[in-house]
């Protein structure tokens, strides 16, 4: 399984943030996996944003649940994510990754990662 | 602020043993969950070291170990060598009302 990460690198305030993470070597719609995104500003930790199953359902971190969308698009096998109102703190980079349980398991492989600054 | 507790850098000279920590709490860690731990290397993403505690994927070198006990958990790199020198993050599930996936801040292994 490959994950390649895609999307603007420059975002503008209070706009919304999008990319795409195209999944090569399984079908997103089959099986059982976890597709996640994670975040991870400079210098800084990470930070797990939210995930969508094969089935089709979703989980957000609660401090970022009113921004976050994630969705999928099985006829081009890619999950997307979109953050709207984005402000300076949300500039990072943006990993996708994936996960074959909902609970705990660890993430394995990720995307090599997406720079967004956000700026006005 | 992460959830897990980690110092922000460790070092030691080639051949030394080092060790991280990551200190939870009784809703992740301590809970029972496992802990997972990754190496990202300069510039690239995030690659699992250690799952199930103290388990390595195919490729890992028997020198990277795991161990967990109570609400803490270690990573050892017995042989410390210059391709070690890289950033290590310790990861668990949470149970509590915050994201269920929780991260340590990360320990930066400078190898001397």
């Known amino acids: 399984v490959q994950l390649q990460e895609s999307g603007p690198g420059l975002v503008k305030t209070s706009q919304t943030l999008s990319l795409t993470c195209a999944v090569s070597?399984?079908?997103?719609?089959?099986?059982?996996?976890?597709w996640n995104w994670i975040r991870q500003p400079a210098g800084k930790g990470l930070e797990w944003i939210g995930r969508?199953?094969?089935?089709?359902?979703?989980t957000y971190n609660p401090s970022l649940k009113s921004r976050v969308i994630i969705s999928r698009d099985t006829s081009n096998n890619e999950i997307s994510l979109k953050l709207s109102s984005v402000t300076a703190a949300d500039t990072a980079v943006y990993y996708c990754?994936?996960?074959?349980?909902?609970?705990?398991?660890?993430?394995?492989?990720w995307g090599q990662g997406a720079q967004v600054t956000v700026s006005s | 602020q992460s959830v897990l507790t980690q110092p922000p850098s460790v070092s030691g000279a080639p051949g030394q043993r080092v060790t991280i920590s990551c200190t939870g709490s009784?809703?992740?860690?301590?809970?029972?969950?496992?802990v997972y731990w990754y190496q990202q290397l300069p510039g690239t993403a995030p690659k699992l070291l250690i799952y199930?505690?103290?388990n390595r994927p195919s490729g890992v070198p028997d020198r990277f170990s795991g161990s967990k006990s109570g609400t803490s958990a270690s990573l050892a790199i017995t042989g410390l060598q210059a391709e070690d020198d890289a950033d290590y993050y310790c990861?668990?599930?949470?149970?509590?009302?915050?994201?269920?996936?929780?991260f340590g801040a990360g320990t930066k292994v400078t190898v001397l």
């Open positions: 009784s809703s992740n860690i301590g809970a029972g969950y496992d």
């Open positions: 199930g505690n103290n």
């Open positions: 990861q668990s599930y949470d149970s509590s009302l915050s994201a269920p996936y929780v």
């Open positions: 070597g399984t079908s997103i719609s089959t099986g059982s996996y976890y």
């Open positions: 969508i199953y094969t089935g089709g359902s979703t």
């Open positions: 990754a994936s996960s074959y349980c909902s609970g705990d398991c660890p993430f394995d492989p």
